[in-house]
């Protein structure tokens, strides 16, 4: 008897299919979707924060604390909630990068983790060792990923 008969009979197994190892971002790819990222998504926060909401650069630079904050924001929630609903921010799709949770590679991260990852973004840019140990780790996770149990995989 046939293969496809004894599955079709139910007197054999079917066939399982394999897991599917994604591969790590390239470093050089994070780069490059980080700096789209900072010209899709910030730029335009900041001009409108600096000559619409505040009016001047002179008004910016008097209240600066306001202005940063008035950027911030805008920009936390949406960076975060791209990362928690499509997985992606522009920069990322760009260059076939998605966002997954470490743990599981099949779900897109939780606000939490996103929000985790976020906030850990910028002291590991600014520590140096946070992004560095991309280099020697094969999975090429930097601290925010370990931090926010999140990771960055080559998205077909």
């Known amino acids: 008897m046939a293969r496809w008969r004894q599955i079709k009979q ?91 949770r470490w743990f599981d590679e099949t779900k897109r991260p939780n606000f939490l983790q996103s929000s985790i990852r976020y906030f850990a973004m910028p002291i590991s840019i600014l520590s140096i060792i946070g992004v560095l140990i991309a280099f020697f780790r094969s999975d090429r996770q930097t601290l925010h990923d370990l931090v926010s149990l999140t990771k960055l995989i080559h998205a077909k």
Do not use: C, N
């Open 10 to 100: 139910g007197k054999a197994p079917l066939p399982q299919e394999p897991k599917e190892e994604h591969k790590p971002a390239p470093i050089a790819d994070r780069l490059k979707a980080f700096l789209t990222d900072t010209f899709m998504i910030t730029m335009p926060i900041i001009y409108i924060v600096i000559y619409l909401v505040m009016g001047s650069r002179e008004e910016f630079r008097d209240h600066m604390a306001q202005g940063w904050l008035y950027i911030l924001i805008p920009h936390y929630l949406i960076v975060t909630l791209l990362w928690t609903f499509k997985g992606q921010t522009p920069g990322m799709k760009a260059y076939d990068i998605a966002i997954v």
